[in-house]
């Protein structure tokens, strides 16, 4: 590969050849568009729609487009594009991954391929990671949109449906990736178009793209409503982890060890197991649990709620880490982006993991939700039209952006050359002697001005160092996910002369750090990596923060023996080495067998990662096959389409289906079962029950066909009982969503269970993820079967009393207790909706809670 890449170049190099003669032709352009009035290059926008209303393609207009872009913002904000930029600009167009080091403007690059993917009209999305920056960039560089005639929203954490739907139809659209994604969710449960506030999923461009696709790609979004659970069994199971024993951990045996048959003893009452992040019981921990709620046998299926909650419990204790994983704030545990170090508003750790970590903390729990709606991010972005990103480190997850997503990546060179030193890893015996010389260090830049950041990975390991500067004397600020309102002002004086800056991860801040005169003679921004990240990205990133745009500068890190990474990946052969030598207390090690086993422990942990995250993937393949089938048949519905001939196909369907499961094909009509065929269909379809005597022909077919007749005479009479045909095609369409959605909520939960219980098919030399797919598409048939069934129930046991006022009003109310009954708002069919049902907006609140309290 090493040869090839000498004599042809590189991947990158070889597509920043073809782009180059795109990039000649705009810059060209510069004086022509510099010539034009501030009317005349705002013009050019409505040409550009007229070009492409003629025939003319975005490829067609790119040069001219960029070019009007690039004068554009030289005029608005006084800062022109660089050639790098409209390189960067070009990449993304063509629905790829742009590799723009950390300084070299991003967020004005995208202006290039947003202005000129708007001109078509469909929306674009600019997808960013959080509030702070979806509103700074929408109002900063929505300027330059604006000044070219386009209309720029932003969507932010708390606004209405109103507000959102208002700015996703602007032409471009500023928002998060989880507000995107979750509005998504939220539209694929709403019950009029109306209420629908994204309008297509057109072309998006996505900022720190590595950040949102690969390292949130873990955790899929999750739509919960409260299921009703009680909250007694968390903190019952809190109390008993508190007083459980962990047990030693167990050592992975040799391959002789296991050859011989080795047993290792258990001790404690749980077992740990750090690198996998899975928690075992001992057979003591076992009676514990029996002892303390008073069972007989732990492992009974009718125990399987106690077996979760109490290995949930010693999650929370033993492997979920206040001040790193979770914040707790305002009587809320929070969680932290682990690759950020900001706050995920509105993400709750799913399956009761949050509720444990409730309990721990002593914090109100809240109820356990119930799953409405998920989707993953990798099957969420995938089914955008296109699609593109950029971000400072990309190149090292190229291979899973072009096997999930499609996106290759093309490395982009900075437009001043880098000139900051990074130099060798310093490795040290104890976590003690590390933070000693990495305060040392500190204090000597500061002595001389230098600014430093110093980089940690949890927010309690910012708060330990900015304990031992303070006792030094020197002045800092601490930016971590307790203080991230002040993030932006923390950031930017982060380059003056003898600032001192400690922060928990530095992806996606999205603010440059300026260095001014005196810093820049001091020698620059000197990062201080406390410890190694499990990925080499995030490492990359911190060291990016310093010698932009030319700017001097200098990184380095600091590691120890004790650290995670290599407590739990280091080698320990590498360890005993590090002993054998007798190392002085103090020393610092450097040496390129060191260097290597940090990025082998680093290499292991992303190909581990990427392992889950494929997997994921692979399973939620099987739901998003389901989900699109589900959603397109809701959208069907939601656009108004009769459902008229649908509801009668239901009707004559089920009644096919009662009678071949009741009566076999060769079978006399003296030994058919029309007991069973009474069960099967009359609770469903309320018929005169079906005896002998009742036939029309003692045949099979025949039976068939006079059932479904009769079947659709009696729907027919339930319609005349409505004052309107209006009135019954708008029940049958709110029925069938509200249906649709509870059977889809159920399904959810039952593809859950099923997945996590189809590991065990693995003993039985099967392959689990075959075996999940198999199940999976025949429990997706029954859920399918089982929402015919229950519609037509429904709509055959609907009562409709009539009163006389100034005209006919047909009331409609239900002779059951199913909730999907209540769903009709008066004001278009006069359905009664009662307080305790669900509310008929889809919020998942009780009517009384949501519009009933307005009524």
Not at 91 to 118: C, D, S, V, W
Not at 194 to 203: A, D, K, N, P
Not at 407 to 434: G, H, I, W
Request: aromatic share 6%.
């Amino acid at each position: 590969m090493k040869i090839i890449e000498k004599i042809f170049g590189t991947h990158s190099q070889r597509e920043l050849k073809r782009i180059a003669p795109l990039v000649a032709k705009i810059e060209e352009l510069r004086p022509q568009m510099q010539a034009l009035s501030d009317e005349e290059l705002r013009g050019k926008t409505a040409e550009f729609r007229k070009r492409l209303a003629e025939g003319a393609t975005l490829d067609d207009l790119l040069v001219e487009a960029y070019a009007t872009v690039r004068e554009a913002t030289a005029r608005v904000l006084k800062t022109e594009h660089y050639r790098v930029q409209l390189i960067g600009g070009i990449i993304m167009h063509q629905g790829r991954i742009a590799e723009l080091r950390t300084g070299e403007g991003k967020t004005q690059t995208f202006l290039l391929p947003a202005y000129l993917n708007a001109l078509e009209g469909k929306g674009v999305h600019v997808v960013t990671v959080n509030d702070y920056l979806v509103k700074r960039d929408a109002e900063w560089m929505g300027q330059v949109h604006e000044f070219l005639g386009l209309s720029v929203g932003m969507i932010l954490n708390g606004m209405t449906s109103e507000e959102r739907q208002k700015a996703y139809r602007c032409d471009i659209t500023y928002v998060t990736n989880n507000e995107l994604g979750f509005d998504y969710l939220r539209d694929n449960r709403v019950v009029y178009k109306e209420q629908l506030v994204l309008r297509g999923l057109h072309f998006c461009i996505i900022d720190e793209v590595d950040s949102v696709l690969i390292d949130e790609a873990r955790t899929p979004l999750i739509l919960s409503g409260d299921s009703g659970k009680s909250t007694a069994l968390y903190e019952m199971c809190d109390l008993l982890a508190r007083r459980m024993q962990r047990g030693a951990d167990v050592q992975e045996l040799t391959k002789m060890d296991a050859i011989m048959g080795v047993v290792q003893e258990e001790t404690g009452d749980f077992i740990v197991n750090e690198k996998d992040k899975v928690i075992n019981l001992t057979e003591a921990g076992v009676k514990k649990v029996e002892d303390f709620f008073h069972i007989q046998n732990f492992a009974d299926a009718e125990n399987l709620e106690i077996q979760h909650n109490i290995v949930l419990a010693l999650r929370a204790h033993n492997l979920m880490f206040r001040d790193q994983d979770y914040v707790v704030k305002e009587d809320q545990v929070l969680i932290v982006d682990q690759f950020t170090g900001r706050i995920m508003p509105g993400r709750r750790y799913s399956d009761g993991l949050h509720q444990a970590i409730e309990a721990k903390e002593h914090v109100k729990v809240k109820r356990e939700s119930k799953t409405m709606a998920t989707i993953t991010f990798q099957n969420f972005f995938n089914l955008f039209e296109r699609k593109c990103g950029a971000t400072g480190t990309a190149l090292t997850e190229e291979k899973e952006f072009r096997e999930i997503y499609g996106m290759d990546v093309v490395e982009v060179p900075t437009n001043v050359p880098v000139v900051r030193k990074d130099l060798q890893d310093a490795v040290y015996k104890t976590k003690a002697e590390k933070l000693k010389a990495i305060v040392d260090a500190v204090e000597e830049a500061h002595a001389k001005g230098q600014p430093v950041l110093v980089g940690t990975i949890t927010i309690e390991a910012s708060e330990e160092l900015s304990k031992l500067l303070s006792k030094r004397g020197i002045q800092h600020k601490v930016l971590n996910a307790k203080f991230h309102e002040m993030e932006a002002e923390i950031v930017a004086d982060a380059g003056i002369h003898g600032a001192v800056t400690i922060a928990t991860n530095m992806a996606g801040r999205g603010t440059d750090i300026k260095l001014d005169e005196e810093a820049r003679a001091a020698g620059g921004l000197k990062i201080i990596g406390t410890e190694r990240h499990e990925s080499r990205r995030i490492d990359n990133q911190l060291r990016g923060r310093s010698g932009r745009q030319g700017d001097p500068g200098e990184s380095k890190f600091y590691i120890s023996l004790e650290d995670d990474l290599m407590r739990l990946f280091g080698s320990e052969r590498l360890i005993g080495m590090f002993n054998a030598l007798g190392v002085p207390e103090g020393q610092e090690i450097e040496h390129k067998a060191l260097t290597n086993a940090i990025e082998n422990a680093q290499k292991k942990i992303e190909n581990n990662n990427f392992g889950i995250r494929k997997n994921v993937l692979e399973y939620d393949r099987v739901m998003n096959e389901q989900r699109g089938i589900i959603y397109e048949e809701r959208l069907r519905v939601l656009n108004g389409e009769s459902m008229r001939d649908f509801i009668y196909k239901m009707i004559t369907d089920i009644t096919e289906n009662c009678v071949d499961i009741s009566i076999n094909d060769d079978a006399e009509v003296d030994e058919w079962n029309f007991n069973e065929l009474n069960t099967l269909l009359i609770p469903t379809i309320p018929l005169q029950p079906i005896t002998q005597e009742r036939l029309v022909k003692p045949k099979k077919n025949s039976l068939k066909q006079q059932l479904k007749e009769e079947a659709v005479k009696l729907y027919e009479s339930k319609e005349a009982e409505f004052p309107n045909a209006e009135a019954i095609r708008e029940l049958e369409r709110v029925i069938l969503l509200r249906v649709i959605d509870r059977k889809w909520m159920d399904h959810i939960d039952d593809m859950e269970q099923l997945r996590q219980g189809i590991g065990l098919q693995a003993y039985g030399q099967r392959d689990p993820l075959v075996e999940y797919k198999m199940s999976g598409y025949s429990m997706f048939d029954e859920m399918t079967q089982n929402i015919k069934e229950e519609t037509v129930r429904i709509l055959f046991h609907i009562k409709v009393e009539q009163k006389v006022e100034r005209e006919q009003v047909g009331k409609v109310t239900g002779t059951n207790k199913d909730d999907s009954l209540a769903k009709t708002p008066a004001k278009r069919t006069n359905v009664k909706v009662y307080p305790n049902d669900p509310c008929p907006c889809g919020s998942g609140k009780k009517y009384k809670q949501c519009c009933g309290r307005k009524a």
